[in-house]
């Protein structure tokens, strides 16, 4: 199988959320994903459905894998339970680790379980700035740059830059 270049976003607001962050840098390659670069981690205001919690480490990572679309969601989401995510939480709860598959190289895939790229890649500046400080090129597979997608987001979603990068 040819390997394809991704990207993941990495999250965590429970407990040593750097330390989880890592683990699960360090896990990746034990599911057949290689990560080529991480971004700084940057500690943000929470989003979604669930806005009283405690704020997120998040991280995004520069992957490849030979992997299909569904099989790195199955892997991912064995990897998220192996490294403390109890399942079933509240949706956008606290979570020791929440990885997400943006991009996997120029694949468009709308599936009941995934969607790529990720229905909120171009919307969640938690997710742009470490992508661009990976990549400032990144686009979308339809072409959309993620460089333009943050440029016209307001600045209140809370993003704050809280170390330095990832061990590789």
């Not at 995510?85 to 949706?91: E, K, L, Q, S």
């Amino acid at each position: 199988m040819p390997l394809r270049s991704g990207l993941l976003g990495l999250g965590s607001n429970v407990g040593d959320r750097r330390a989880h962050l890592q683990a699960a840098v360090d896990a990746l390659p034990s599911i057949g994903v290689r990560v080529t670069a991480a971004s700084s981690v940057y500690d943000t205001d929470p989003v979604g459905e669930v806005l009283d919690q405690p704020s997120f480490l998040n991280a995004c990572v520069l992957v490849e894998t030979a992997l299909e679309p569904l099989e790195l969601l199955d892997a991912a989401k064995r990897l998220e339970a192996q490294l403390g995510r109890v399942a079933r939480g509240a949706r956008h709860g606290p979570r020791a680790i929440d990885i997400d598959i943006l991009l996997l190289g120029d694949i468009e895939l709308a599936h009941e379980r995934m969607t790529l790229p990720h229905e909120q890649v171009l919307s969640r500046r938690f997710v742009l700035i470490p992508a661009l400080e990976l990549d400032f090129e990144l686009s979308t597979p339809d072409g959309a740059r993620l460089s333009d997608a943050l440029a016209v987001l307001p600045v209140s979603e809370g993003v704050r830059w809280a170390g330095p990068p990832l061990s590789v």
